[in-house]
């Protein structure tokens, strides 16, 4: 076999380990979406938050502490003790839980028939605002993470295809476990939203909003039980990429990678969110393969996925997977 | 007492319909003018040119030209710096290609490159609505930073990959580079806002502007009544780009100086200038100023009280500055949507009664 078409394989299933990873942020976008038609632009912000959240309460971190070095002049910082990382990961979601509380009570209770736009506008308020709170309370440093997830080159693919091809794919461990981890959770989301009583009514609020009420549904809380699982699939999506690329700033613009990914499945579709993500990871990666980095002077990762999905939205607005969008005056 | 209608006759069609039909309103812009171009200019010093008037008339062109988009056209653009960096590097290419021609024209055509290239980017808003517009305008947005950044012709292939704005003069006096002084610098900008301004508010209050308004309330129902979407949608996406240009190009050559497009023209700039268009309010040229002033204002206030005053470490008062504008978004979003200028316009009813409101 030649030599690029087995570097395009390779390509081509790291492209496919990203896209999970894309997947796993555009479902949390996905869910604020289907159930309260909030376009939520901080999910990128709040997997950033999680993730800095964990890390804090593992190390022991004194929350606020460089605020109150400041104020009081003391030299707090941390309390000297280490949390296992389950035990960290379920404290974690309590933060996210009661972030959720917050965000509906003190947004998005006051917006209810507002535009669609100045919703929009207000969870890139709160992304801003999390931004700042999030660096405040655990400091804007890099931080590594770890969870106990396996990282580094999966020796069995790599001898595995060494056998077969005379060169050995390297695959992170990470993200296989990463894709198994997505798998289920997806799953779990499916089930969830089809089965429970809860998931139904999710459904319900998605539908209509004034029916669901009439029949007995608590819109609020649907409204923090959705945030608080987009909070929980910000924590996992927080953690994988964490663990990836270490804890900062720059996570929180993963969010921008799955605008795209949106964009190609659909708003509203949690399957749109999977297919969407494998498909700009592996294009992304085969573009920037064969055509970016030898022609193009590389990095064209960045632009690629939204001219891919602008593309395609010309020819279907609403997404590989989105409803039908149907226009009456 | 101010703003009163009665006793101000009108005798002909041209002084019905002129920009400020009010005669207070009226006065009040000319003093306004007056102390802009005639007292600023000569107590002025670089520190407040720098950190307060020069951002804030720029950002006021490019709050205007997307106000013009996303408030009075209803197409939610977040490609904004990538459009600005266009008209720097325009406005770059130029100045270093025809040095013998007068900045002005520089600055101006980088305005028209600009709207051109906006047209292409706002094409597909013809397909595509809402939030998949705003998700596709950021592909023009981190299509064209990556463009500005790869490929050398733009940046006549310096070693540094940086743009530098070489020395330019208008009537004799250094506009650009190093030399310039505070006030010339101030009174280019200020030329160009007050320009734009007007154009803008005339726009809007004409055909076009309706045009642009119907398709925002709705655009099908426009469609029907005979408005061309194509036309209006387009023309929006061509001024907008045109005024977001020459925001662009100022910013550049008048401003800073040397641009490193990633830094510079970045996403947040896109999402900046967008809060300047809600907080000052969508759909109003006031509001537009409004908005840069009270963005361009708050960091500067803020770094003043946290870091002169408190006496806080940068860092942390840069994190606070986070959530305070973060927090004032949403807190303006949920209090007041319609931004500053719905404020002022509350205030202008109240002024028109006082002090007898009944």
């Given amino acids: 076999m030649p030599d690029q078409l087995i570097f395009g394989m390779e390509v081509f299933l790291n492209g496919l380990m990203a896209g999970v990873l894309y997947a796993l942020v555009a479902l949390g976008f996905v869910?604020?979406?289907?159930?309260?038609?909030?376009?939520?632009?901080?999910?990128?912000?709040?997997?950033?938050?999680?993730a800095l959240t964990l890390v804090g309460i593992m190390e022991g971190q004194v929350p606020f502490s460089h605020l109150i070095n400041a104020i009081f002049g003391t030299e707090i910082h941390h309390f000297g003790w280490h949390?296992?990382?389950?035990?960290?990961?379920?404290?974690?979601?309590?933060?996210?839980?009661?972030?959720?509380?917050?965000?509906?009570?003190?947004?998005?209770?006051?917006?209810?028939?507002?535009?669609?736009?100045?919703?929009?506008?207000?969870?890139?308020?709160?992304?801003?605002?999390?931004?700042?709170?999030?660096?405040?309370?655990?400091?804007?440093?890099?931080?590594?993470?770890?969870?106990?997830?396996?990282?580094?080159?999966?020796?069995?693919?790599?001898?595995?295809?060494?056998?077969?091809?005379?060169?050995?794919f390297f695959i992170d461990n990470l993200d296989i476990v990463a894709t198994v981890i997505a798998a289920a959770l997806v799953f779990t989301l499916i089930v969830f939203?089809?089965?429970?009583?809860?998931?139904?009514?999710?459904?319900?609020?998605?539908?209509?909003?004034?029916?669901?009420?009439?029949?007995?549904?608590?819109?609020?809380?649907?409204?923090?039980?959705?945030?608080?699982?987009?909070?929980?699939?910000?924590?996992?999506?927080?953690?994988?990429?964490?663990?990836k690329s270490g804890v900062q700033f720059s996570l929180s613009l993963i969010a921008l990678k799955a605008l795209p990914v949106l964009m190609l499945g659909g708003f509203t579709s949690i399957p749109g969110a999977i297919v969407g993500g494998l498909l700009i990871g592996v294009g992304e990666k085969l573009f920037e393969f064969a055509i970016g980095a030898p022609y193009l002077g590389g990095a064209t990762e960045i632009w690629f996925a939204y001219v891919l999905a602008l593309i395609f939205l010309v020819f279907r607005p609403q997404g590989l997977f989105g409803e039908k969008i149907i226009e009456r005056v | 007492m101010f703003y009163r209608e009665a006793g101000d006759f009108k005798t002909s069609y041209v002084a019905d319909s002129q920009t400020f039909p009010i005669k207070f309103d009226r006065f009040r812009y000319y003093a306004v003018l007056l102390?802009?171009?005639?007292?600023?200019?000569?107590?002025?010093?670089?520190?407040?040119?720098?950190?307060?008037?020069?951002?804030?008339?720029?950002?006021?062109?490019?709050?205007?030209?997307?106000?013009?988009?996303?408030?009075?056209?209803?197409?939610?653009s977040l490609g904004t710096g990538g459009f600005m960096a266009v008209g720097a590097y325009a406005c770059y290419k130029l100045m270093t290609g025809f040095p013998e021609v007068s900045i002005f024209v520089h600055v101006i055509i980088s305005g028209g490159i600009t709207a051109g290239v906006c047209v292409l980017f706002g094409l597909p808003s013809l397909r595509i609505k809402g939030f998949y517009l705003a998700v596709a305008t950021l592909a023009a947005q981190f299509f064209l930073v990556w463009l500005f950044n790869r490929v050398g012709w733009f940046y006549n292939y310096s070693a540094s990959g940086q743009i530098n704005a070489p020395e330019r003069t208008v009537l004799g006096v250094p506009i650009t580079g190093a030399e310039t002084a505070p006030w010339a610098a101030y009174l280019f900008?200020?030329?160009?806002?007050?320009?734009?301004?007007?154009?803008?508010r005339n726009l809007t209050r004409g055909m076009q502007g309706r045009q642009w308004m119907a398709i925002r309330d709705m655009d099908i129902a426009a469609e029907i009544i005979g408005v061309n979407p194509l036309k209006a949608k387009l023309s929006a996406f061509a001024v907008s780009g045109f005024f977001v240009g020459i925001a662009g190009a100022l910013f550049f050559?008048?401003?800073?100086?040397?641009?490193?497009?990633?830094?510079?023209?970045?996403i947040n700039k896109s999402f900046l200038v967008l809060f300047m268009v809600i907080i000052g309010g969508l759909g109003s040229i006031f509001g537009s100023f409004a908005g840069a002033a009270f963005l361009v204002l708050l960091p500067v206030?803020?770094?003043?009280?946290?870091?002169?005053?408190?006496?806080?470490?940068?860092?942390?008062?840069?994190?606070?500055?986070?959530?305070?504008?973060?927090?004032?978004?949403?807190?303006?979003?949920?209090?007041?949507?319609?931004?500053?200028?719905?404020?002022?316009?509350?205030?202008?009813?109240?002024?028109?009664?006082?002090?007898?409101?009944?």
Avoid at chain 1, 31 to 50: E, P, R
Avoid at chain 1, 193 to 207: C, E, I, L, N, P
Avoid at chain 1, 211 to 235: C, D, K, P, R, T
Avoid at chain 2, 253 to 259: I, K, N, P, S, T
Wanted: contains cysteine; hydrophobic residues 60%; negative net charge.
């Fill in chain 2, 253 to 266: 050559a008048v401003y800073l100086g040397a641009v490193e497009v990633g830094e510079v023209f970045g």
């Fill in chain 1, 193 to 243: 939203a089809q089965y429970t009583k809860q998931g139904r009514a999710m459904r319900a609020v998605a539908d209509d909003h004034q029916a669901a009420l009439s029949v007995g549904i608590s819109l609020n809380f649907i409204w923090v039980m959705v945030w608080s699982l987009a909070g929980f699939v910000a924590l996992v999506a927080g953690i994988m990429w964490g663990t």
């Fill in chain 2, 189 to 200: 900008c200020l030329v160009f806002t007050v320009v734009c301004a007007l154009v803008a």
């Fill in chain 2, 301 to 358: 206030l803020l770094k003043n009280v946290l870091v002169g005053g408190l006496g806080w470490p940068t860092d942390l008062a840069a994190h606070f500055e986070f959530i305070i504008v973060g927090g004032l978004i949403v807190i303006f979003l949920v209090a007041e949507p319609h931004g500053l200028a719905q404020l002022w316009r509350v205030a202008k009813e109240k002024l028109r009664l006082w002090p007898f409101p009944h």
């Fill in chain 1, 31 to 50: 869910l604020i979406y289907k159930a309260s038609g909030i376009f939520n632009y901080a999910q990128g912000v709040m997997a950033l938050f999680a």
């Fill in chain 2, 35 to 76: 102390v802009a171009f005639a007292v600023v200019p000569f107590v002025i010093n670089d520190y407040w040119v720098n950190a307060v008037f020069l951002p804030f008339l720029i950002y006021s062109i490019a709050a205007i030209g997307l106000n013009i988009l996303v408030g009075y056209c209803g197409q939610v």
């Fill in chain 1, 83 to 168: 949390v296992p990382a389950l035990a960290a990961i379920l404290l974690t979601m309590v933060v996210m839980v009661a972030l959720a509380w917050a965000v509906n009570t003190f947004i998005f209770k006051h917006l209810v028939n507002q535009e669609p736009i100045i919703l929009f506008m207000a969870t890139i308020g709160l992304a801003y605002f999390l931004e700042g709170f999030g660096d405040m309370m655990w400091g804007s440093d890099i931080k590594t993470m770890d969870v106990g997830l396996p990282q580094g080159i999966n020796e069995v693919i790599d001898e595995t295809t060494a056998g077969w091809f005379g060169y050995g």
